[in-house]
């Protein structure tokens, strides 16, 4: 899941303890940090202490532009904390100045791509309203699915907020048939 991914204009890859200083920035940015924590900053002792090293060890991968080589935020996709092992939370946190130019988008969209190619992702599912609605069920059209509703929770009220977060859910390679839903489950 950590393995290197590139697309048309990113790098992402495994975090290091070399990545320390652009994470304590990405993270100090009030403005990035708004719709967090209220744009609080975020202590330099506690990224290094408790954030960078979560990070190095796995799920999440610093976001490099390809053009200039750099540090523009991260993405991760990974179980959730506390969360059920089966299903891959996918999230990203981006510099103010690598906002509207689509990398959420395509960063996203890629990570979609390992999930169904390499973990054997089944059904996505988006966080919405606080419960889970499952966007695709079947043959063929699940990946379609799943990526159309990274689109359109990117296009939602959130969008160029610099932060976001959805779930992929893998299940097993021969999963029993499930109906599309509409609506949220009560």
């Given amino acids: 899941m950590d393995a290197p991914l590139e697309t048309s204009r990113l790098v992402l890859r495994p975090f290091t303890a070399a990545d320390a200083e652009q994470l304590i ?4 940015d009030a403005e990035v940090m708004r719709h967090l924590n209220g744009g609080k900053p975020v ?26 080589g750099g540090f523009i935020g991260w993405f991760h996709l990974r179980p959730p904390e506390g969360g059920p092992a ?21 960063g996203s969209l ?11 992702a089944r059904r996505g ?32 009220p959130d969008r160029g907020r610099g932060a976001g977060r959805g779930r992929v859910r893998t ?10 839903l509409t609506t949220p489950p009560p």
């Fill in 171 to 180: 299940t097993p390679r021969t999963p029993a048939p499930c109906r599309p």
């Fill in 43 to 68: 202590p330099r002792e506690r990224i290094l202490g408790e954030t960078l090293p979560r990070f190095v060890r796995g799920g999440f991968l610093a976001a490099v532009e390809k053009a200039s």
């Fill in 25 to 28: 920035a990405l993270h100090n």
């Fill in 110 to 120: 890629a990570l979609i791509d390992r999930a169904f190619d390499e973990l054997g």
């Fill in 86 to 106: 089966d299903e891959l939370e996918l999230g990203y946190r981006l510099h103010r100045a690598a906002w509207g130019k689509g990398y959420a988008t395509e």
């Fill in 125 to 156: 599912v988006r966080a919405d309203d606080g419960g889970q609605r499952a966007v695709a069920a079947g043959h063929g059209e699940v990946r379609d699915a799943a990526r159309a509703d990274v689109l359109r929770g990117l296009a939602g």
